[in-house]
């Protein structure tokens, strides 16, 4: 098998179908056919499920996949090592991130990166704490943020502390002087609450203080959450990078003792990185690696 082939694979995956593959590989649709049979054919097993619905993998090209990408990202790295013995800085940076920072960070992060470095380019993967765990894990992105409770394992380098606050509806304590929260008060109240893939270090600061969450509002969003608790519907804890910018009627306290979840930056294996990708990386740390960092 060739590496265009390892190409052609990887792309139908990520397109979801024959049609868009060949459109952006430049070429025919019979030819990524062709492709994939011949690599069924010398691999003695289907890849790939053809429906109306796209191409989904069969279970072993799901197994193969990584492998597939392990690849691509090594020969991708040989490019780019010989573009930096040649004096050039170029290459093709996959970056994983999650809401916050992707709103909060990421902009400003491409826009200094690109101008440093206008011949690398940066494709940017937003999704969940699991989803960037799984993208690190299986070559889709070279390197992504995480919060250091959320890498299960992966390495990880610890960048910043974000408090958690307490975020209600305007008014939720007019009637109370302190101008914070504590762990025990929260029992009183009613909570909007997402996935635990999608906030698990709240779920962490809930176990940790053995808080019978109630809910009637499961949501999958940060946005989604403060609209809920601005319609009144119940309060929520908040990472305060979240807040920044939220323009909602509710009203923040800080919590205290003090809480927090530490987002990093990890790889999968830092002494494997691309030139391009150690760039961005010593680039993100340079940023943002003394923002309100723990001693």
């Known amino acids: 098998m060739t590496l265009l082939a390892y190409q052609v694979f990887k792309t139908v995956v990520e397109q979801g179908s024959y049609q868009a593959a060949a459109k952006l590989l430049n070429l025919t649709p019979s030819a990524v056919s062709h492709t994939i049979s011949s690599m069924e054919k010398e691999l003695g097993s289907r890849l790939l ?21 392990a690849v691509l990202n090594s020969e991708e790295s040989l490019q780019q090592a010989v573009s930096q013995f040649n004096g050039l800085q170029q290459g093709e940076i996959k970056l994983g991130c999650f809401s916050s920072v992707c709103v909060q960070w990421i902009p400003a992060i491409v826009k200094n990166f690109r101008e440093r470095y206008p011949n690398i380019s940066i494709e940017i993967y937003q999704g969940t704490y699991d989803d960037v765990t799984a993208w690190i894990r ?3 992105v070279d390197l992504g943020f995480l919060s250091v409770s959320s890498a299960a394992g ?19 304590r007019a009637q109370r002087s302190s101008k914070s929260v ?10 909007v609450t997402q996935r635990e893939s999608c906030d698990a270090d709240i779920q962490n600061f809930f ?17 989604s959450t403060i609209a809920m ?11 305060q990078l979240v807040m920044a910018d939220i323009d909602h009627a509710v ?5 205290e003792p003090s809480e927090y979840r530490v987002i990093g930056l990890s790889v999968s294996n830092s002494q494997y990185m691309a030139p391009a990708v150690k760039m961005i990386f010593q680039h993100i740390v340079d940023e943002y690696g003394q923002k309100d960092m723990m001693s």
Do not use: W
Request: hydrophobic share 35%; glycine share 10%; with cysteine.
């Open 251 to 255: 009203d923040v306290y800080p919590i």
């Open 229 to 239: 608790v601005a319609g009144g519907l119940g309060i929520c804890i908040m990472p």
């Open 138 to 140: 299986n070559g889709v």
């Open 154 to 172: 992966l390495p990880i380098t610890p960048l910043y502390r974000d408090p958690l606050v307490c975020v209600g509806p305007k008014g939720f």
């Open 49 to 69: 499920i053809r429906s109306k619905a796209g191409v989904s993998l069969t279970s072993y090209g799901e197994h193969l996949l990584p492998f597939i990408n």
């Open 207 to 223: 176990s940790k203080y053995q808080l019978q969450i109630h809910s009637r509002c499961h949501v999958v969003d940060d946005l």
């Open 182 to 191: 504590s762990p025990e008060e929260l029992r009183e109240y009613s909570f």
